[in-house]
């Protein structure tokens, strides 16, 4: 039986899809750790943020915001009022152990590599779920070291993806259900859907998945514009 998987027409249906699939993950008692990836450049996050928490929040889950810094947290409180009283600095956070704040579900915005320690504190006094949104906490810097590898095998490898959405070069990348990754190519009307993946493919898997046709490199680079200004839109 072949899967009917498209993907979102703009930010909006992605946010949609988005929000399904977290309500699905977070109803997994034994994991407690997901991440919400939208990679586009230049996305700003605070908006898609704030009404992301407001839909979780009117699902039933008492939601807690992680801002990067005090500077990001004030911005979000100002912007959001209703929401303000559940606005933190993550390092606020972290030197938190008051449970009626722990036992909520952690919504953390853009994490960054910086950031690694601070989250990682965090997440072993929490004891209610938590979402990284565009969270990037794994350092290239690294490298492939020991502390690298020690990252790899711990606190990195304990989360799941709820959620991602990702243009590619020749095509696009989503996953919607645990566990389950769909692959497009883009055509010159629109994106082909290829298949389904029980896990995240490498960037060999993709190419190989996406070399039947090939594209002019102002086509492939163009196809990414389109596909990031149709979410934009």
């Not at 699902?59 to 929401?83: F, K």
């Amino acid at each position: 039986m072949s899967l009917s998987v498209t993907l979102p027409a703009d930010l909006v249906q992605a946010e949609a899809m988005t929000l399904a699939s977290l309500k699905q993950a977070l109803s997994d008692r034994q994991q407690r750790r997901w991440t919400v990836t939208w990679r586009f450049e230049g996305l700003r996050l605070l908006k898609p943020a704030l009404r992301l928490a407001t839909a979780l929040e009117t699902a039933g889950h008492d939601v807690v915001l992680g801002w990067p810094d005090a500077g990001s947290t004030a911005l979000a409180q100002r912007e959001s009022p209703e929401l303000a009283a559940h606005c933190f600095a993550l390092k606020d956070l972290m030197l938190s152990s008051d449970p009626e704040i722990t036992g909520r579900m952690l919504l953390a915005i853009g994490p960054q590599p910086s950031d690694y320690e601070m989250v990682e504190q965090i997440c072993n006094s929490w004891q209610g779920a938590v979402v990284l949104l565009n969270g990037k906490l794994e350092d290239a810097g690294v490298g492939i070291g020991s502390v690298a590898r020690g990252r790899r095998k711990g606190f990195l490898s304990i989360w799941r993806s709820a959620f991602h959405l990702e243009p590619l070069a020749e095509g696009a990348l989503l996953q919607t259900e645990k566990e389950m990754w769909h692959l497009f190519k883009a055509d010159p009307d629109g994106y082909r859907f290829l298949g389904t993946m029980p896990s995240k493919p490498d960037a060999e898997a993709i190419g190989m998945a996406l070399n039947g046709d090939r594209d002019s490199l102002g086509r492939q680079l163009g196809a990414v514009d389109r596909f990031i200004e149709d979410l934009r839109g």
